[in-house]
């Protein structure tokens, strides 16, 4: 017989870290290990006179939290933290139930209902359980916490339907984990014949066939007081299993119940720890009927309306619960053993130009704390644009594999540009995880990398991460705090908030710091040169909705800054950009020519004239669609740990190719890094 399979997905909604490790453990036993995802969710409430993005610090403070709660994991049980913004505590836990497509959500109950606010009825567990429980769109289990240390007898009372199936399927799983054995209860009144006692025995042994795959003990006792003797009976075992009885939300003297009377009573007197489980109510085929007819006639402009009105509110939740420090992700031990247990690899990228002078300290620190002491690099890379100097033979020397990315698919020729380099760079690399970090950086740190792969490691949903941080800025020889980022500021942040609004509350939309998935990065064309990053940025959103998209704080970085000049070449590419992006998503012809040239005006020494310069992106495909990369890929998958020698791979010379070099201060990376 096919039985309904256990849980995949289950929420674990904590309020207190600390008290969470048996709801924990009881959520990892109910749950498929072969498939099973176990999250737990931290819920931030934000009054409604307060924007949700002021959320963030909080948010943060919530996920620091929550990491206490992963040393709870069993073996063999990963957890994963999530935390939520939102006005009200229940409304964040359905929303969270429906994006994970969940089937269990597990909740703590302390005991003593919650305060009710004022003109609302008064509260079954809490009003943020009592919610979830009416308006869940997956199954339930409410766990009344006794501290059960361990489980050798587990008792499920039973009067039929499908919340008592599903108190047995989730009492067995519990058996096989903790090898304990299952007592199925089973009451009739006193005195009943002993044909009806029969019948009943019978069955309970059929259900028990039905909904069972270990050995399961059947009772069936005679009581006066159902309620009483359950607890009589609770006191041989270590944890009582009950689903939730068919009786009305409200008895007759007026008292309201979630899960009937008599599972609530029982796990309110017992001394024992108490699951109450409820199934999920079915919908009737009818009902769809009815909600496809109306659908029909209403989608259109729901939509429109929906999208119209959402944006500004999506952009604050998001800039609330995406917003990460690396802070959050310093303990690298626990970073790098989430890492494994996932089975990701990652690929450290550092692109440079003419970077002799940084590049040897930043490559040393990157192995040292990220290959050698806490082993979260799997690959490290330096992608040079045929330098002048010093850079490829420094980087080598300091134990990172070099290579010029003129000398990558040459088939297809090179352009000068940051992206071209970071393009190809996903042909050389082998990681799950590509991160990306600038070199011309004077005090470079470690969490330049981690605290960008950090977020893409802790939450699934997460497919893009970008740094930001103060930038100081260099005038006249002297280090000024803020003035960094023009670009940023008086182009990119404009563009995008006319634009591309969803987009609106990235910090620093053109950093250099950055980490994505590879599953994500081989679909997204790369802009050559100066536009890469708001390029990719466009295109993320598009392919995963503003909720892939995370951001971290790096907090302080000095770099060189550009001159004017740069920065208005640099602002001239990225215009040219995000006009080519708004074609092709409106799907029309919005300006009749682009240009691609731009005039400079020169004077001095008696003439005055213009100088005409040619600055335009190209635009390279997604890798995937390289048969060369396709092939890579199927006979080149890195091992995970794998550590890849340093030096040049396959005999390649550090020279330079016949393409010209890199203009100095040709991509993010350089002179304006991280505008």
Same mark, same amino acid.
């Given at each position: ?30 749950? $498929? ?6 999250? !737990? ?24 939290? #929550? ?27 359905? +929303? ?22 004022? /003109? ?24 009344? =916490? ?32 903790? =090898? ?47 309620? *009483? ?34 599972? +609530? ?37 729901? @939509? ?9 509110? @999506?952009?604050?939740?998001?800039? &609330?619960?995406? *917003? ?17 247990? =996932? ?38 890379? !330096? ?5 002048? $100097? ?16 003129? *000398? ?34 004077? *005090? ?16 699934? @949903? ?34 995008? %908030? #006319? ?16 980490? &994505? ?17 708001? &390029? ?14 995370? =951001? ?8 060189? %800054? ?32 682009? /240009?691609?040239?731009?005039? #400079? ?9 213009? +100088? ?34 340093? /030096? ?28």
């Amino acid at each position: 017989m096919t039985r309904a399979p256990l849980p995949s997905r289950i929420l674990i909604p904590v309020a207190n870290p600390l008290t969470a490790q048996e709801l924990v453990r009881i959520g990892a036993s109910l749950m $498929d290990r072969r498939t099973g995802i176990l999250t !737990v969710l931290g819920i931030v409430e934000v009054p409604e006179e307060t924007p949700l993005s002021e959320g963030a610090t909080q948010a943060r403070q919530a996920r620091r939290l #929550l990491q206490r709660v992963l040393d709870y994991a069993p073996e063999g049980v990963t957890i994963h933290p999530l935390v939520r913004i939102g006005r009200r505590a229940a409304e964040g836990v359905i +929303e969270a139930a429906k994006e994970l497509d969940t089937d269990l959500i597990v909740f703590g109950w302390g005991g003593k209902p919650s305060t009710s606010r004022p /003109g609302t009825p008064a509260s079954v567990f809490s009003p943020t359980i009592d919610e979830v429980v009416r308006d869940s769109p997956c199954d339930i289990a409410v766990i009344k =916490q006794r501290g059960s240390s361990e489980i050798h007898r587990i008792l499920v009372p039973i009067r039929g339907g499908p919340h008592a199936e599903l108190a047995l399927r989730f009492a067995d799983a519990l058996a096989h984990r903790y =090898q304990a054995e299952v007592v199925a209860l089973h009451l009739v009144p006193r005195g009943v014949a002993e044909g009806i006692r029969t019948q009943s025995e019978r069955a309970l042994a059929h259900f028990i066939r039905q909904h069972a795959d270990g050995h399961v003990e059947q009772a069936v006792r005679e009581a006066a007081n159902v309620r *009483n003797a359950i607890l009589r009976e609770a006191e041989t075992a270590d944890i009582v299993v009950m689903g939730a009885s068919a009786a009305p939300a409200t008895s007759n003297g007026g008292e309201t119940y979630l899960f009937g009377a008599l599972p +609530e009573s029982v796990a309110a007197r017992s001394r024992k720890t108490v699951i109450v489980v409820k199934t999920r109510e079915a919908i009737g085929k009818a009902t769809f009927e009815r909600l496809e007819a109306r659908a029909e006639t209403l989608a259109a402009a729901e @939509r429109a309306a929906h999208e119209a009105s959402s944006i500004p509110l @999506r952009v604050e939740r998001w800039f &609330g619960e995406s *917003n990460f420090h690396h802070r959050e992700f310093g303990d690298l031990d626990r970073l790098v053993d989430l890492k494994r247990k =996932q089975g990701l690899t990652v690929s450290l990228v550092l692109p440079a130009l003419n970077e002799e002078e940084t590049i040897g300290v930043i490559v040393e620190r990157a192995r040292r704390e990220l290959v050698d002491r806490h082993p979260l690099v799997d690959e490290l890379l !330096v992608i040079d644009s045929d330098s002048s $100097d010093r850079t490829r033979e420094v980087a080598a020397e300091a134990g990172a594999r070099v290579v010029v990315h003129q *000398n990558v698919l040459t088939r297809y020729g090179s352009f000068t540009g940051k992206g071209e380099a970071l393009w190809k760079s996903l042909y050389e690399t082998c990681g799950d995880i590509v991160v990306w970090a600038d070199t011309d950086v004077r *005090n470079w740190h470690p969490r330049m990398v981690y605290g960008t792969v950090g977020p893409l490691i802790a939450e699934e @949903r997460i497919q893009y991460v970008k740094g930001y941080y103060r930038r100081p800025i260099v005038e006249g020889g002297v280090l000024k705090e803020g003035g960094g980022g023009r670009v940023t500021e008086l182009v990119a942040r404009p563009l995008l %908030n #006319l634009f591309f609004p969803e987009l609106s509350g990235l910090i620093q939309p053109l950093s250099g710091e950055y980490a &994505g998935r590879r599953s994500l990065l081989e679909t997204l064309p790369f802009f050559t040169g100066y536009a890469v990053e708001i &390029g990719h940025l466009i295109d993320v959103a598009d392919r995963c909705g503003l909720e892939g998209l995370g =951001q971290v704080d790096l907090e302080r970085r000095i770099h060189r %800054n550009q001159e004017l000049e740069g920065l208005s070449r640099m602002s001239f590419v990225i215009l040219q950009a995000v006009m080519k992006r708004l074609e092709e998503r409106r799907k029309t012809r919005l300006f009749a020519e682009l /240009g691609s040239t731009m005039k #400079l005006p020169r004077s001095g020494h008696g003439r005055l004239g213009l +100088e005409v310069i040619e600055l335009a992106d190209h635009e390279r495909p997604p890798m995937i669609r390289i048969p060369e990369y396709l092939e890579k890929r199927r006979s080149d998958a890195l091992p995970s740990g794998t550590q890849v020698p340093s /030096g040049m791979p396959d005999g390649r010379s550090p020279a330079g190719g016949a393409v010209a070099p890199l203009e100095a201060g040709s991509a993010e990376d350089s002179p304006e890094a991280g505008s």
